[in-house]
């Protein structure tokens, strides 16, 4: 693939962002609780015409409750992964070695945030908003599969932050300032680390045959229908925190049809968004063109 990703230009570009979480939560930094916090784009609260806005305001916040907890999730892997694929290499090269052993500092820093955000979300929200996990344990199942596997998860995920934050979260002035400051100072760490993850799956798919790179992208398809299950059960936990903050018990027909807009729009922000974006097909493209195919029809069931 020609991306003309470097190693160096990646950590340039981090040490210059370097930004420290008591400058994003915490002290004046306080949560809105009067404004949304995630764009519908993303939430799709707007199409459940039997809430009013108060209600769909209450679901739009434990939506971005649950995203945050999710990409703080998925982060507990990622940085066992990541400090697992610099081990072996260290000698080799110092700057691919300080990249990634970078990559893995700033992951753990947003695990970090992310705590920080939902004791400042629990403490402001005051209702329970049970969540999938625990994180080890997914963290565990996850890296089980085969490393290529695993990368092309993380690609996704890291091409996944770019789309959300660029095409949904950037311009739209109605959110949470301080929730909006902290997707943006997340997006600027990954916007590296999707580089990093593009060339370590390079690395790891040229030490593959053809044969394994596809089943590892079998795998990584395996991954996220384990990921499409825990999907199903945070909705199930999210309507459950709507139905305590609110006090209100759907109906049969509206809990039908929350369930399944809200599974469908958890299935787009999380699976169908880094499925379809164009840098991470370009990257499968490259190292198994037959599964670019594969890809696109798969994708259609999330979007």
């Not at 982060?75 to 072996?88: G, K, N, Q, W, Y």
């Not at 993380?154 to 311009?171: A, G």
């Not at 760490?189 to 079998?218: F, G, N, Y």
């Amino acid at each position: 693939m020609q991306h003309g990703f470097t190693y160096a230009a990646a950590l340039s570009a981090s040490q210059r962002t370097n930004w420290q979480i008591e400058d994003i939560i915490g002290g004046d930094k306080k949560l809105d609780f009067g404004k949304p916090f995630l764009p519908d784009s993303l939430a799709q609260v707007q199409g459940l015409l039997f809430l009013d806005a108060d209600e769909k305001l209450a679901l739009n916040q434990i939506r971005g409750h649950n995203y945050l907890y999710i990409f703080g999730l998925v982060e507990e892997f990622i940085l066992p992964f990541v400090l697992d694929h610099a081990r072996p290499i260290l000698a080799e090269d110092d700057v691919r070695t300080r990249a990634f052993l970078q990559f893995a500092n700033e992951e753990a820093k947003h695990i970090h945030l992310f705590k920080c955000f939902r004791s400042a979300f629990d403490e402001g929200f005051g209702t329970r908003c049970d969540v999938i996990g625990p994180p080890e344990m997914i963290a565990k199942a996850v890296l089980l599969h085969h490393p290529l596997s695993v990368a092309l998860l993380i690609l996704h995920i890291e091409w996944m932050t770019q789309r959300h934050y660029l095409d949904s979260i950037k311009d739209d002035g109605g959110l949470d300032p301080t929730f909006s400051s902290l997707l943006k100072h997340h997006w600027m760490e990954e916007a590296q680390h999707a580089k990093l993850d593009t060339l370590m799956v390079d690395a790891i798919a040229a030490r593959c045959s053809p044969e394994e790179i596809a089943q590892a992208i079998e795998g990584y398809l395996q991954l996220g229908a384990m990921l499409d299950g825990g999907l199903q059960q945070q909705v199930v936990f999210d309507l459950d925190a709507f139905a305590r903050r609110r006090g209100r018990t759907l109906g049969a027909a509206e809990q039908d049809m929350a369930n399944t807009l809200q599974h469908q729009a958890m299935r787009w922000t999380f699976i169908g968004s880094g499925m379809t974006h164009p840098n991470f097909l370009a990257t499968v493209e490259a190292i198994h063109p037959p599964s670019r195919a594969r890809l696109d029809k798969v994708a259609s069931a999330f979007c």
